[in-house]
């Protein structure tokens, strides 16, 4: 693809939009500042609400205590699910630790929970596309554990293996490239012919839409900066797409301090998105870092436009308090 180059002489920053918060994030956040001012401090979270380093400092202090697991929350507590969503024992470990829980899982996570389910009752191999190890990928996984594989990119392919090639289904974790899935797709298809794809497509809106945007940002740019944690995917997926669509260079940071000025050399030109769990805040830094050394000009490349929301937990609306409490006596 061809690059749009700036005139001569001139720095700019194209700046991404969609970008940041999507509405599953929005929501899980949210979702742990309301608890803690309805029901106040501590409220655990299992694992961290959303991948972003600020976001979790942000909620500890005002008294969020993330935890790895659930046995970790004192019996009467209550205990936050988070939006990359859990497998089912998760929530029996909650009950059996008699705690009272809120889910903040991303409604678009549960769709993949639910598809899960529904394949795994008519008796079909769930081909699950996603990352090893990643929380959204336990969490599906352990909705049908018999029934689920995991396919872990293209190369992955050869090695699945499955009852009847006629009953075979794929699902994919909500935040991978979409090019790289559908890659994936394509190879399971030439080995199983009649491959089912689910209803509608797994990889969440925002992801797609945060895909579409630094391709057209990386395609006028030499340098691409994405502003995430190493531990997000769709943050990760995101510097990949920014150099396979005609970047020089790209690169991940949690914020502006985590900028080396030597990438800047030469460069006219600088992309900046984020990934769908970082605030604007950061966003924000990162520009006035870039004003600082030259780069105030500012165009918004924006090739779609987001209006999704998501309502809050329905656990919110209850005294959670007064349920953990009772949990805790009776138990």
């Not at 950061?282 to 105030?296: D, K, M, S």
Request: glycine share 6%; hydrophobic share 40%; proline share 5%.
């Amino acid at each position: 693809m061809e690059r749009m180059t700036a005139p001569t002489g001139r720095r700019r920053v194209l700046l991404a939009a969609p970008r940041g918060y999507c509405a599953g994030v929005d929501r899980a956040v949210i979702a742990v500042e309301k608890a803690l001012e309805q029901y106040g401090p501590p409220i655990y979270v299992r694992h961290e609400i959303v991948h972003n380093k600020y976001v979790v400092q942000t909620l500890e202090r005002k008294g969020a205590i993330f935890v790895e697991e659930t046995s970790e929350v004192p019996p009467g507590e209550i205990v936050i699910f988070s939006a990359h969503g859990v497998a089912p024992e998760v929530h029996r470990e909650a009950e059996r630790g008699r705690l009272a829980s809120i889910d903040a899982t991303c409604p678009l996570v549960t769709k993949v929970h639910k598809e899960a389910v529904r394949y795994a009752r008519e008796d079909y191999d769930i081909l699950l596309i996603g990352h090893e190890g990643h929380e959204e990928v336990i969490g599906t996984s352990g909705e049908a554990p018999e029934h689920i594989q995991l396919v872990d990119g293209p190369q992955d392919v050869a090695n699945v293996q499955v009852r009847d090639p006629d009953r075979v289904v794929w699902l994919s974790q909500t935040t991978l490239s979409v090019d790289e899935t559908m890659e994936t797709v394509d190879g399971l298809k030439q080995r199983f012919p009649n491959l089912l794809s689910p209803p509608s497509d797994d990889i969440c809106y925002a992801t797609q839409n945060r895909q579409t945007a630094i391709k057209q940002v990386a395609a006028g740019s030499e340098l691409v900066l994405v502003v995430g944690s190493r531990n997000s995917s769709n943050s990760n997926r995101m510097v990949e797409v920014a150099l396979g669509a005609g970047a020089d260079a790209a690169y991940l940071v949690d914020n502006a301090s985590e900028i080396d000025e030597s990438w800047l050399e030469g460069v006219t030109t600088v992309g900046l998105s984020s990934g769908a769990s970082v605030p604007e805040v950061l966003v924000e830094e990162v520009l006035a870092w870039l004003t600082e050394r030259g780069w105030a000009d500012v165009e918004l490349v924006q090739p779609v436009a987001e209006h999704i929301q998501f309502s809050l937990p329905k656990e919110l609306r209850r005294d959670l308090r007064a349920e953990a409490a009772a949990r805790a006596a009776a138990g």
